[in-house]
């Protein structure tokens, strides 16, 4: 049976001192800007590469998809979708279930809480520390995206900046 890919990934590291008028436009801190490109291209390195990316539309979320993209040299389509703020784990399903079944491997980039949550749900009620920049890959048994459904996932691995800038 063919195997679909599920990246998630949670933005990076934002900077709360910039000035901003709505939490949707808060931007990447420094520290969040480099997490962002040393994922893109650490995916790269170990042939991780998403062949699409859907992001939420604040702009914290939609730099760091455009910087690992960027970093990563990922020959893909990056999407927005407002519907990634604030999601809930169902509204993340349904992004998840929207996608084209010629795709094998996707990545979202949101928020915590529910990237976390999203993992629980999907794996078996796995609980995962998620910090800023972290992506985790998931992997399902299925034909279709919208077969993805509460614990039919594997958590094949997750990655930090952290233990990245440690190598």
Same mark, same amino acid.
């Given at each position: 049976?063919?195997? #679909?890919?599920?990246?998630?990934?949670?933005?990076?590291?934002?900077?709360?001192?910039?000035?901003?008028?709505?939490?949707?436009?808060?931007?990447?801190?420094?520290?969040?800007?480099?997490?962002?490109?040393?994922?893109?291209?650490?995916?790269?390195?170990?042939?991780?590469?998403?062949?699409?990316?859907?992001?939420?539309?604040?702009?914290?979320?939609?730099?760091?998809?455009?910087?690992?993209?960027?970093?990563?040299?990922?020959?893909?389509?990056?999407?927005?979708?407002?519907?990634?703020?604030?999601?809930?784990?169902?509204?993340?399903?349904?992004?998840?279930?929207?996608?084209?079944?010629?795709?094998?491997?996707?990545?979202?980039?949101?928020?915590?809480?529910?990237?976390?949550?999203?993992?629980?749900?999907?794996?078996?009620?796995?609980?995962? #520390?998620?910090?800023?920049?972290?992506?985790?890959?998931?992997?399902?048994?299925?034909?279709?995206?919208?077969?993805? #459904?509460?614990?039919?996932?594997?958590?094949?691995?997750?990655?930090?900046?952290?233990?990245?800038?440690?190598?």
């Amino acid at each position: 049976m063919p195997t #679909k890919k599920l990246f998630i990934f949670r933005h990076g590291k934002s900077d709360w001192t910039a000035k901003f008028k709505t939490d949707h436009e808060r931007p990447l801190a420094e520290r969040g800007i480099q997490a962002a490109q040393l994922m893109g291209e650490h995916l790269t390195k170990i042939e991780q590469q998403p062949e699409l990316v859907v992001s939420s539309t604040a702009k914290r979320a939609l730099d760091t998809a455009h910087l690992a993209h960027e970093f990563g040299q990922w020959d893909c389509e990056i999407k927005s979708s407002r519907n990634l703020y604030l999601a809930s784990v169902e509204e993340a399903l349904e992004q998840i279930h929207a996608v084209s079944s010629d795709i094998e491997r996707l990545m979202i980039v949101a928020h915590e809480p529910m990237c976390s949550e999203l993992i629980s749900e999907l794996c078996f009620g796995a609980h995962v #520390k998620f910090p800023t920049a972290a992506v985790a890959c998931l992997k399902f048994r299925v034909d279709e995206w919208r077969q993805v #459904k509460a614990n039919k996932g594997q958590l094949t691995w997750l990655l930090t900046p952290k233990v990245l800038s440690k190598k």
